[in-house]
């Protein structure tokens, strides 16, 4: 059933199948105990003002149409059900009426808004201690609490177990919706664990690499348009030597990459003492360098990241770098590794080798890693890299 307001189409929600299968069964029920005359009140009960037997069928019709609406309209069901219920006591009364209406009380609080299962309960023990209190002082007859004690079973019980099943489906859905934010979560780290480790991996192959490519881009390119025997010898040693090198690296990553541990990095991994190497590595590229190293014992992230910068710096004054002096300087300060690579530099000078600007971009990953600056670019007629590590263990 669709209702049209304000132009805007609202679909009404239609009762659930078992709450048809309640309303059939509760009225089947109360016309088979009405048929052999059992009623919950004799017809000379002083309550009763509607004598005819007949009369307790329409209460129990009434509660029973309420029963569809026992998850729809929850509230609209237990105040109708409210109505026929009273209407049922100046009847000879059907039992099967007072158990609809239990059903109705449960039904308002499972299924109502916050509002009415909180407010069901206590008005439902507030009927409770004045149904048993009242009939007592004006009677002055103890038994008149048994009256209470019929109110709290009719009211205040299916109100109570009501709350009580909506707070365990409560508490069961905030555990759902917290197992699937936790799964969310998990999700999200492995998903940023994988870019991390993507990440790391590339840093990793253009920083083992790239220095060994472009000496051997350069020294092939020497070789080819210089016709001379011992310089082309010369270029061709260099570039054997980078090429081992360089499978070298490559089988050392392929070796992290292979590990069980993925996080760690295999005892090959680079140090500062291999700076020498590196060094003396750049100068038989054809790179005049000087390195000036002053530091102590360096944590193994730092110095890892420490060596790639000066790797990467070095790389990069071999393939755009003009000819002169090139600088190294490691020194420690105030809890933290400064490391300086400076280079000659000509604004307008074609590179010897085309870059891709992948290498900046790799040690300012690596600076802010290990939460430390980076700076690079031109001063005073030199390209100048600048990085100052912090010297504390990171992830």
Known sequence: MASTTGGTARTLPR????????????????VLLWLPG???RTAADDLVLWHASWAALVPLAVIAACEPLRRVRPR??????????????????SI?????????????????????????????????????????ALWRDPRGLLI??????????????????????DAAEAARLRAEQTALL????????????????????????????????IHSTAALSLDDPRTSRDALAVIRENSVEGLAEMRRLIGILRSSGGDREPSATPTLGGLTALVEGARVNGLDVTLDADHGRVPAPVELAAYRIVQESLTNALK??????????????DGSLRVRVTSPYRPGDRPRVPGSG???????????????????GPEAGLWAVRAELPLTEGD
Request: hydrophobic share 50%; glycine share 12%.
């Open 15 to 30: 009762p659930h199948r078992d709450d048809w299968y309640i309303a059939v069964g509760g009225l089947l029920g109360g």
């Open 38 to 40: 059992i009623h919950a």
């Open 76 to 93: 609209l069901g237990l105040l109708i059900g409210t109505a026929a219920l009273t209407l049922d006591t100046v009847t000879v009364g």
């Open 96 to 136: 099967a009426t007072v158990v609809l209406y239990t059903d109705l009380v449960y039904a308002a609080v499972l299924y109502g808004t916050p509002a009415s299962a909180r407010r069901i309960p206590w008005i439902a023990g507030f009927l409770t201690v004045l149904g048993g209190v009242v009939p007592a």
């Open 148 to 169: 209470g004690v019929g109110v709290g079973v009719v009211v205040l019980a299916p109100a109570a177990t009501g709350a009580l099943v909506r707070d365990h489906r």
């Open 186 to 217: 998990a999700e999200m780290d492995r998903t940023q664990a994988v870019t991390a480790e993507r990440a790391r991996v590339a840093r990793e192959l253009h920083d083992m690499v790239a220095n060994h490519l472009s000496a051997i881009a």
């Open 320 to 333: 755009h770098g003009a000819d002169g002096p090139v600088r190294v300087s490691l020194r420690q300060t």
């Open 358 to 376: 992948a290498g900046l971009a790799g040690m300012r990953e690596r600076s802010a890693l290990l939460g430390g600056r980076f700076e690079a």
